[in-house]
């Protein structure tokens, strides 16, 4: 497991971004870019925190996910639609580099700190709206959430069971998919600046990015007129390919994708008399065989022990992955190698576990240097270094702008 190390040491250290969006897309790709190191400041209501220190599970009345959510980002309060919140995100667009925002289509424009208005006091600055629909189109004023993504983008119609539901995602799948885009979308568009010296707009629909992970549906439909059905845990494109219980009532993954791999499964199980069948050479054509796959690879996994599973197909060059809960991830040893497992010190819940930044840099390490903070607990800090006098902070606390 990895401990926080100093943010001063991240490759995008000097960068500064605005997190003023809530739940999850935003806030998770402001987390990205603290992550490598970006200065990140978290703007809240100051009666309306982000939804998302209330959600999910918690332990002793603290919240979990804001303890991931939040790490790396400084918290202050603004409310914008009054005009000392406006100043105050006006004077943070002067000093900044990216804003991240996801109100509904028109707000910022409604509170006059549309991009006209923030370029204005900082041309170089970059800002990324994200909604469930974007920026433009008839769904551009619909509330949108990663469920309502999921829905449209065509994942759910694929996934479930043959004759089951359209099934969701127990998580924010569309959201997490989104902040990744997100970020690279931010990233592209600082790139640019360097070339012109200027920030643009960044505009994510929610729905789009989850749509890009899909794969040919589209072009499945243009060219074959052909929707791609729900298979389960199975595979139109290979097979063996499924999860499977063990004999101590674990369950594994088993891919094969490979046709060499294919062979070598079967040959593990007994069974290399299928691999001589005619439909054998084909993953398209295996996959129209998949009852017959499914038994013989699912008895023999059903005689072993998980560990017993994976340590056969290892030694057999065969492609396996045992089915890991929480408590799996943090005891294994490949996730320990990599340091995906990170250790921070929280002042209300003490050592606490936690993933990591997604990837690696050979000349940087990622940071958490600490966990979400407390609503506001930032704000006198910020708005001093902004340049507002402690008088002009109790002003603007006293009319509700912060």
Known sequence: MTVSRDPAAGALAGLRVVDAATLFAGPMAAMHLGDMGAEVIKVEHPGRPDPARNHGVAK?????????????????????????GREVFLKLAERSDVIIENFRTGTLERWDLGYDELSARNPRLVLARITGFGQIGPYRRRPGFGTLAEAMSGFAAATGEPDGPPTLPPFGLADGIASLATAYAIMVALSARERTGRGQVV???????????????????????SVQPRTGNRSVNNAPRNTYRTGDGQWVAVSTSAQSIAERVMRLVGRPDLIDEPWFASG???????????????????????????????????????????????EDPQFRALGTIHEIEDPELGPTLM???????????????HTGRAHGADTDEVLGELGFAPSAVARLREEGAV
């Open 60 to 84: 002793d009345g603290v919240n979990l996910w804001w303890k991931t959510l939040g790490r790396n980002k400084r918290t202050i309060t603004a409310d914008l639609g009054k005009p000392g």
């Open 203 to 225: 505009d994510t629909a929610i729905v789009e990015p989850i749509l890009a992970m899909l794969g040919p549906q589209i072009t499945r439909w243009d060219q074959l007129r």
């Open 284 to 330: 398209a054509e295996r996959a129209k065989h998949a009852d017959e796959l499914d038994e013989a690879v699912g008895a023999w996994i059903a005689r072993h022990t998980r560990d017993e599973v994976v340590a056969e197909f290892e030694a057999a060059q065969a492609a396996v992955a045992p089915i890991y809960d929480a408590a799996d991830i943090v």
């Open 355 to 369: 993933q990591g930044p997604i990837f690696r840099l050979s000349g940087h390490d990622g940071v958490i240097a």
